[in-house]
């Protein structure tokens, strides 16, 4: 299998090779940089798929930059160094260890001395799907975001362990980044993680006027969609186009007559597509439980397996053999 996930290393001690480097990777920008051209270093590692990308970089001069907008999310961690990010009123300062949001939709003064980056980026569009699936609204950009801090150390942590898990589960791991099914899962996870950790002007769902009642039909209508199409990446929105219903009312619906939602049924109808898979594969052949498992969605083989076992009885190496 070809590995989907890009990943890039830039060294240079060239600091305009370094500044292209940065203006194609990140956004348009006019950098002024302060210090020794001599002894300049700079060091980049990017690992990227699809709407996601968690990367690292280190700048070794001052540097004053105006930026344009990114239209991508992107959340930044102080690893050495000092970073200041101005957008209009707005300012913050960061030193090792600060995490922040970057402002996607406004032109951004930075200031930076010799710092060492984590960078994670989601797709803006992903990240506003998210935001209209979670308020149940039609709009698309529900969620303003601006530079800021976590909400709470708690968040911050959160937020850590969802990089950490798409980095080494996902990015780092060629069989689960190849599946689609997972990937889209991974932005959404992170796009969830980012609207949870980080201050925006999101709609609470107490604000919100009731879903009312959803005729069976359209809840029907929504269950063949997702019987259909549970092979390839469906988000909420577009499931309840399907039902001809707004998300919210779908949700509601899912809740109070299946007991679940409706991505948790997406979620065990892709568990009966392994189920499946695994019952018609020869037991002689080179299929394994953790391709089969990515190719349903699934990253992690032995989370797959305790809801396999959970929901069948059996483990799913027992199904393939047999």
């Known amino acids: 299998m070809d590995d989907p996930v890009r990943r890039i290393r830039m060294r240079t001690s060239d600091p305009q090779e370094a500044e292209d480097f940065l203006r194609r990777t990140y956004a ?4 002024q940089l ?11 590692a990017l690992t990227q798929a699809g709407a996601i990308g968690v990367e690292r970089f280190a700048h070794s001069m001052r540097v004053r930059a105006e930026a344009e907008p990114s239209h991508c999310v992107y959340v930044v961690q102080v690893l050495g160094g000092t970073l200041e990010i101005a957008s209009g009123r707005n300012e913050l300062r960061s030193g090792p260890g600060d995490l922040h949001l970057c402002d996607p939709y406004a032109p951004t003064l930075v200031n930076w001395d010799n710092v060492r980056l984590g960078v994670v980026r989601i ?8 935001a209209a699936d979670l308020t149940g609204t039609e709009e698309a950009a ?5 530079f800021a801090r976590p909400v709470s150390p708690e968040r911050a942590r959160y937020w850590q362990a969802v990089v950490r898990h798409v980095s080494h589960d996902v990015l780092g791991n060629p069989q689960a980044a190849g599946s689609p099914l997972i990937l889209d899962e991974a932005a959404r996870l992170l796009a969830t993680a980012a609207l ?7 709609a609470e769902r107490s604000r919100l006027p009731s879903p009312g009642w959803l005729a069976p039909a359209a809840l029907r209508r929504a269950m063949a969609y997702i019987d259909a199409n549970a092979a390839r990446p469906l988000t909420l929105h577009e499931i309840a186009q399907a039902a001809r219903t707004s998300p919210r009312a779908l949700q509601h619906a899912f809740a109070r007559h299946c007991e679940t939602t409706p991505t948790g049924y997406l979620r065990q109808v892709r568990l009966e597509g392994a189920h499946r898979d695994l019952q018609a594969a020869d037991p002689s052949s080179d299929v394994t439980v953790a391709a089969v498992a990515a190719r349903w969605g699934f990253a992690k083989a032995g989370r797959f397996a305790g809801q396999y076992r959970e929901r069948y009885g059996v483990a799913p190496s027992r199904t393939l053999r047999t």
């Open 34 to 44: 302060f210090g020794d051209h001599e002894r300049f270093r700079f060091d980049a």
């Open 123 to 130: 797709g803006l569009r992903e990240v506003e799907r998210v």
């Open 142 to 146: 529900t969620a303003r975001l601006s």
């Open 28 to 31: 348009e920008h006019t950098p």
């Open 196 to 202: 949870a950790t980080f201050p925006h002007d999101f």
